[in-house]
């Protein structure tokens, strides 16, 4: 088989490593009971202001229409990240979390099919996507176009956490290890499969399982579809049961809270839906606001939960989004890409709507209703949640590409203006042929962001700390700055042996972005 896998020699003792050596080869030698327990709660397709919380220097239209008290909460109890950033599409920055790679390294550049073998790109006229791996996450490393690295959970569970994995997974389809959130090293799999979203939040449709499509209908769940409980309640529910288990137990847990909200289908939830409607919104964006009460529902349980357990003193809590919020009109309401302002497009593109995210962190230790300005990747959960665990040197077979964000966390006012964010999204994510959608790669260091269009062969660079909106592009005016972020973004898409796309008349691959001459006449 032809395999896609970057940094194989260097990542990787041989390339015939086997799953016993992979599953085995981490032993701890430290005491659970002392541990902290950690979860991570994510939300799919929150934008960034998606809640009554603001994560910039002033509220926003959104923050005043959506209600969520206990993320106000958690906020009040903890830190937020305001320069926080994910993937512009949900299983790369799933892939990010459980691996600490980036995503130029670990290739999982699109969201994953739930057939497998079967990419999710739309066709385009122009280029042909990367080499990607289009298989997700696999246990088994002779799978083609897939991924094969130490999960987190499986790092974690061999230091002695019950591992509980709650809600969508959608790491890779069906027949690949990835789609069984067991074989990542969670004791515990509930409603967890390569769906990427519920065929229903509806327990009258039994969560999809009575629309035929069995690929895409929630299983697992019989209980709470009898009790006509809503998809967030019935999986919020069963992880506090799991909470339950793992105090039983008498180990510390790992929690990966991740709901399907708030993507698609936009269910009515009908305990939330009619405030929206008094308040002027249109039926759509009644429903997803709903979904979004619904959710902010379900963590203040799990908080509440941590108090009647004993446990809020000795648990860290992340919350989190998976990549920017829609903003496709329809499926939502009002103008296109009107719905994340004053940040630029939403989900699926690597201007700032795509990609920047809530991010709240509260826990032993941390301060409480302290803000940090300091920008931050998916990837970095990995090391800074390994950090808190006290585990220090595991035995991995990938090369992490995060950083622990302890640091700032202690001292919010520190700022590390050298660290680079990268992204890479050589895909076509919709058949939408339009400018910041799709087919880019994007750096930040410091204020400094630089995109490379792959369509047009085109850089535009922004001061994202004084222009969030991304609306002047200097690329012209700054051309030394160009060339250094140019520079900076093919060192490392080069250093992580990145796939890029190629030109469908002629299969060559496009320019790096340091050889495109009409901006860098005399580079070779």
């Not at 430290?30 to 994560?55: A, E, H, R, Y």
């Not at 790491?171 to 229903?200: C, E, K, M, R």
């Not at 009619?274 to 964006?285: A, S, V």
Request: with cysteine; charged share 20%.
């Amino acid at each position: 088989h032809t395999r896609y896998w970057r940094d194989w020699s260097s990542d990787v003792c041989s390339s015939d490593l086997s799953l016993a050596f992979l599953f085995t080869a981490m032993g701890y030698a430290l005491s659970s009971q002392t541990k902290p327990n950690i979860i991570l709660f994510l939300v799919d397709d929150m934008g960034w202001q998606d809640c009554s919380v603001p994560f910039w220097d002033r509220p926003t239209k959104n923050n005043t229409i959506y209600e969520t008290p206990h993320l106000e909460t958690l906020a009040a109890n903890g830190i937020k990240f305001t320069n926080a950033y994910a993937h512009p599409v949900c299983t790369p920055t799933r892939i990010s979390i459980m691996t600490g790679m980036n995503v130029a390294r670990h290739g999982v550049t699109n969201w994953t099919n739930v057939h497998k073998d079967t990419p999710t790109d739309h066709p385009d006229e122009l280029l042909s996507p990367a080499k990607w791996n289009y298989n997700g996450w696999s246990n088994d490393p002779t799978i083609p176009y897939s991924i094969t690295a130490t999960p987190l959970p499986l790092v974690l569970k061999n230091a002695g956490y019950y591992t509980i994995h709650c809600g969508k997974a959608h790491f890779a389809p069906y027949g690949v290890g990835g789609s069984d959130p067991t074989h990542l090293g969670f004791d515990v799999n509930i409603a967890g499969s390569a769906a990427g979203n519920p065929g229903s939040f509806l327990a009258e449709d039994a969560y999809g399982g009575l629309k035929g499509d069995t690929l895409w209908a929630i299983k697992g769940l019989t209980e709470h579809i009898n009790k006509r409980e809503f998809l967030t309640d019935a999986l919020t529910a069963e992880a506090i049961h799991s909470m339950d288990v793992a105090k039983e137990k008498g180990k510390p847990f790992f929690l990966y809270m991740a709901h399907y909200a708030v993507h698609l289908p936009f269910s009515k939830d009908t305990r939330f839906y009619q405030k929206y409607i008094d308040k002027g919104l249109t039926e759509t964006e009644a429903k997803y606001a709903a979904l979004i009460e619904g959710m902010d529902k379900s963590l203040g349980e799990l908080l509440d939960h941590l108090k009647k357990i004993g446990a809020e003193q000795n648990t860290y809590i992340i919350f989190m989004s998976d990549n920017g919020g829609l903003s496709l009109a329809p499926p939502r309401s009002g103008g296109m890409h009107t719905q994340n302002l004053p940040l630029k497009k939403g989900k699926g593109s690597l201007y700032e709507g795509g990609i920047r995210i809530p991010f709240i962190l509260a826990g032993p230790g941390i301060n409480k209703g302290d803000v940090s300005q300091q920008y931050i990747i998916a990837e970095d959960l990995f090391p800074t949640v390994l950090g808190w665990a006290g585990i220090k040197h595991p035995k991995l077979i990938q090369k992490v590409d995060g950083k622990n964000i302890s640091a700032f966390v202690q001292n919010p006012k520190k700022i590390d203006q050298k660290k680079i964010l990268l992204w890479h999204y050589p895909n076509n994510w919709t058949n939408i042929n339009e400018h910041g959608i799709s087919w880019s790669s994007a750096i930040r260091q410091g204020k400094w962001k630089m995109i490379y269009f792959h369509k047009d062969q085109k850089l535009e660079l922004y001061n994202i700390t004084d222009d969030i909106q991304e609306e002047k592009d200097l690329s012209e005016q700054e051309p030394q700055q160009l060339k250094k972020m140019a520079s900076f973004m093919t060192k490392e898409l080069k250093k992580k042996n990145t796939q890029l796309p190629s030109y469908k008349n002629n299969s060559l691959p496009i320019a790096w972005p340091n050889e495109l001459k009409k901006y860098f006449k005399n580079n070779q």
